[in-house]
Nanobody, 119 residues
Framework: QVQLVESGGGLVQAGGSLRLSCAVSGTFTSIRAMGWHRQAPEEQRELVARFTGGGSTNYADSVKGRFTISRDNVKNTVYLQMNSLKPEDTAVYYC?????????????WGQGTQVTVSS
């Protein structure tokens, strides 16, 4: 069974930094794409950053220049380095991945990790 396990959320003051991690565990053939979404209270879930299937990266305009997505293919882990955090970055952050299992591409989500930025 494939699982995505996130860590690294917490409470930080505006201007501070946090790094989120998401590790994929279980039995699978390959990881097609991985990324991060977030959802603030009473808002829709939105893309923050991702690696596409082709290996390129996409960022939300609101985080460009402040957030950096990276990955360790050996550890099957994706990271989100968040710098210059703002109160509007407060949200639950979810890891997301498209993973090939027995020849079928499936989308998986982590359980979410809370990021709170105080002003």
């Amino acid at each position: 069974q494939v699982q995505l396990v996130e860590s690294g959320g917490g409470l930080v003051q505006a201007g501070g930094s946090l790094r989120l991690s998401c590790a994929v565990s279980g039995t699978f053939t390959s990881i097609r794409a991985m990324g991060w979404h977030r959802q603030a209270p009473e808002e829709q879930r939105e893309l923050v950053a991702r690696f596409t299937g082709g290996g390129s990266t996409n960022y939300a305009d609101s985080v460009k220049g402040r957030f950096t997505i990276s990955r360790d293919n050996v550890k099957n882990t994706v990271y989100l380095q968040m710098n210059s955090l703002k109160p509007e970055d407060t949200a639950v952050y979810y890891c997301n991945a498209v993973i090939i299992v027995r020849g079928v591409a499936n989308q998986y989500w982590g359980q979410g990790t809370q990021v709170t930025v105080s002003s």
